[in-house]
C-alpha cells in the first residue's frame, strides 16, 4: 500500500506485516478523509477483501474527469496520462521504478522516485 501526500509517501507492505497498526486502520476508514487515484475504489475493495480494511472514502480520477470534461468513458488510461491529457504535466515514472519487485520484504529508496514535471 503506497500513500502519499505531495512528495512524501508512506510504504506499507501488508503482504508482510504480522498485523496493520491500529493508528493506519483507523486513518483508512476516516470518511473525512478521501483517497484519490486511478481505480483507487479497485484497491480499497481489494483492501477490504484480502485484509478487512476499509477505506472511508475514494475518488477515481478517470471518472471524475470525464464528468468534468463530459467525456463518455477515458477508457482504461494511467495517471501518467490522465496528467499529459487533462493537465499538461509530464510524470515521469521510470521503468527501474514501475517494473520493480514491489514485493520484495527489503525495498531500495529508488522504487519510491518519480516526478511530476510541467510540459
Known sequence: MQICIGHHCLIFQVLHANTVPESLVHFLANPVLTFVGVRV??????????????????????????????????????LKRLAMELIGKVMEKPKHVTLSDWDMFTMDHSQGRFNIKRR
Open 41 to 78: 475504489k479497485d484497491d480499497a475493495d481489494k483492501l477490504l477483501d484480502d485484509y478487512k480494511l476499509g477505506v472511508g472514502c475514494t475518488l477515481d480520477l478517470v471518472q471524475t474527469a470525464a464528468e468534468k470534461f463530459q467525456v463518455a468513458d477515458f477508457g482504461r488510461r494511467g
